[in-house]
Structure formats: C-alpha cells, structure tokens
C-alpha cells in the first residue's frame, strides 16, 4: 500500500475498528456513531472529527470522584465519537472567538497534542476539530516505555511549542523560559480535563512523564525537550 492510500484509507479503518468506510461532505454534522458507522475522511487523509457530544451521564463532581490513573488498558479501539469529545475536551474549541476547553496565558496557544493511534500519528488541530496525519506507522514505542502504552489504542503527546502570539511574525516580548512554564501549566489543564472525560465514560487513562522524546521527537520532528508528557487512553481490562 502507497501513502496515498495509506493516507485515504488506513487511519480511520485500524484506530476504529471500523468496517465500513465512507467519505461523507457533511462530517462535522454526523451523529455519534458506533464502532461500524462511518467515518470521514477527507482526500489528504484528514480524520473530521465529530461533534461534541455534551449530554455527559454524569456530574462534574461524579467525574471528581472517579478520577484516578489506571495502567490496565486494552486494546479495544474507541468510537469516532469517543475520539472526537477526548480531543475537545482536552483544547477543543469551545467559544465562537476560537477559545478553548484549556486556559492558555495571554491567549496564546503554545502546546500541540499530536495523537498517536495504531496505524499512525496525527496532529490535532482545534479551530477545525481535526486529526492531520504526520507519519504513518505505529509509533506507540517510541510514544513511552511501559507495556500498556504499546496495546493502548489512543496515546496523546503533548508538545511546546514556541509560536508567537496570535501568530504573529515579531518576537513575542514574553521570555521562553517564562512561556515553557505556562506551557507546562496549559498542558496540566489539557491532562485533567482529559482524566475527567475519561471518568466521566467509564474509561481508563494515565498521564506519563515516560516517553522517549529523542525517538518521539524524530518521529514528529521537534527538539526532544518540546515533549512535556504524554497521556493514554483506553477501555479499562
Ligand atoms: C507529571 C506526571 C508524570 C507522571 N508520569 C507517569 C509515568 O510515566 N507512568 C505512570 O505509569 N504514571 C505516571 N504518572 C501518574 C502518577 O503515578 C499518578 O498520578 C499517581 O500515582 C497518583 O495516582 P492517581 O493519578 O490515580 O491519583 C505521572 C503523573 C504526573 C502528574
């Protein structure tokens, strides 16, 4: 198989256990779907995501309760759905001014979650709710260095980056060493509301400081030290 076809055909097929693939015009309108609806993908191999589903089964102090880190995970794959509301909980967009579910400082969004699923990586991008290919390949051992991380069917890195404020070309006045700490507290936000979706569905997640960042960083193609932690999902065994 090429990349191209890799690109249009793999990704959504291996991360969701999928049977039957098509390519629908209307992705961000579908309705949560089951592990055999379909799933869109655009030409170039970009995941639509799904809308957030925000009828939760249970309180916010519910989810207080049951968060907690659980290393026993599964392979079974998640929904589309499943994929999509992790994703925007953890910096989905959530207002019509393209702010997000994570608090960043000054409004700049300085951490990337790239997205590491059996058949490939992606990168999340937020203003569309998409999943962007990166490499294809599984990924997962270089993603951390404990066993369930290599069976897990979702693991999210979470990466600085130094983008400068609203995009801008002039040098943010703000000094890196300053930004790296709001990055690393924008990313602790990103990690609980991800703990917190995850309790709230019955499913099991762990935050990791263990990940190879050289091999990880090659793979994705940032500075080691860009890789601030990673986080892995899964149904519970
Ligand atoms: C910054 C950070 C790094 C962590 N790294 C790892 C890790 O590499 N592997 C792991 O299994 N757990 C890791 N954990 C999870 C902690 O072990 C866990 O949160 C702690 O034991 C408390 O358990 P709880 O999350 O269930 O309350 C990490 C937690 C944090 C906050």
């Known amino acids: 198989m090429n990349r191209r076809m890799f690109l249009k055909a793999v990704p959504a097929m291996g991360l969701l256990g999928v049977t039957n693939v098509s390519f629908s015009e209307d992705a961000n309108t579908a309705q949560p779907i089951a592990e055999t609806d379909k799933v869109s993908l655009e030409a170039d191999g970009v995941i639509k995501l799904n809308p957030p589903d925000l009828n ?53 969004y300085c951490v990337d979650i ?14 569309k709710h998409e999943l962007k290919p990166v490499a294809k390949g599984d990924f997962r051992k270089s993603a951390g260095m404990q066993d369930f991380v290599f069976i897990a069917p979702v693991n999210l890195v979470y990466v600085f980056t130094l983008r400068n404020p609203k995009d801008s070309p002039a040098p943010s006045p703000v000094p890196e060493e300053k930004r790296k700490i709001w990055g690393d507290v924008e990313v602790g936000c990103m990690v609980q509301n991800v703990y917190l979706y995850c309790a709230s569905q019955g499913l099991a997640s762990v935050v990791r400081g263990m990940v190879d960042q050289k091999k990880f960083g090659e793979t994705i193609k940032v500075k080691p030290e860009q890789i601030i932690v990673a986080q892995t999902i899964g149904y519970p065994k």
Not at 70 to 93: N, V
Not at 118 to 124: C, D, R
């Open 56 to 108: 939760g089964e249970i309180s916010l102090m519910q989810a207080l309760k049951k968060r907690k880190s659980t290393r026993d995970i599964s392979d079974k794959k998640l929904t589309l759905q499943q994929l999509s509301d992790l994703l925007w909980s953890a910096d989905g967009t959530n207002r019509p001014d393209g702010k997000r579910t994570s608090p960043a400082a000054m409004g700049i």
């Open 114 to 127: 790239y997205v590491v699923l059996p058949e490939g990586v992606y990168l999340y991008d937020a203003a």
